[in-house]
């Protein structure tokens, strides 16, 4: 069992940044592929980034590369998601989540644990 805890979301005006932590606790933390993903109101849950165990290998969805960084660090069981140049299109409820699997996925069903989500609302 794997306990994941989102933090810091919040409302942020367009062109501004926020970072997002999630806090793993349960397992060994650098045993689980890591990603994060977002759900605007009324629209599925999507990709937006993942990294490898050791952080050596990350992915994106085309709409936010270039602007988030995933990163984690395994001493702090914790993963990050550094997001800059926000747009209101970025307005949604942000998860983390971890898979015991061999590879980067980006689909929902490929993850095993979920925390509960930050919102992060960006103004125009």
């Known amino acids: 069992q794997v306990q994941l805890v989102e933090s810091g979301g919040g409302l942020v005006q367009a062109g501004g940044s926020l970072r997002l932590s999630c806090a793993a606790s349960g397992r060994t933390f650098s045993g689980y592929y890591m990603g994060w993903f977002r759900q605007a109101p009324g629209k599925e849950r999507e990709f937006v980034a993942a990294?490898?165990?050791?952080?050596?290998?990350?992915y994106y969805a085309d709409s936010v590369k270039g602007r988030f960084t995933i990163s984690r660090d395994n001493a702090k069981n914790t993963v990050y998601l550094q997001m800059n140049s926000l747009k209101p299109e970025d307005t949604a409820v942000y998860y983390c989540?971890?898979?015991?699997?061999?590879?980067?996925?980006?689909?929902?069903?490929?993850?095993?644990?979920w925390g509960q989500g930050t919102q992060v609302t960006v103004s125009s």
């Open positions: 990294i490898s165990r050791n952080g050596g290998s990350t």
């Open positions: 989540a971890c898979r015991l699997g061999a590879l980067i996925a980006t689909k929902t069903a490929s993850y095993d644990y």
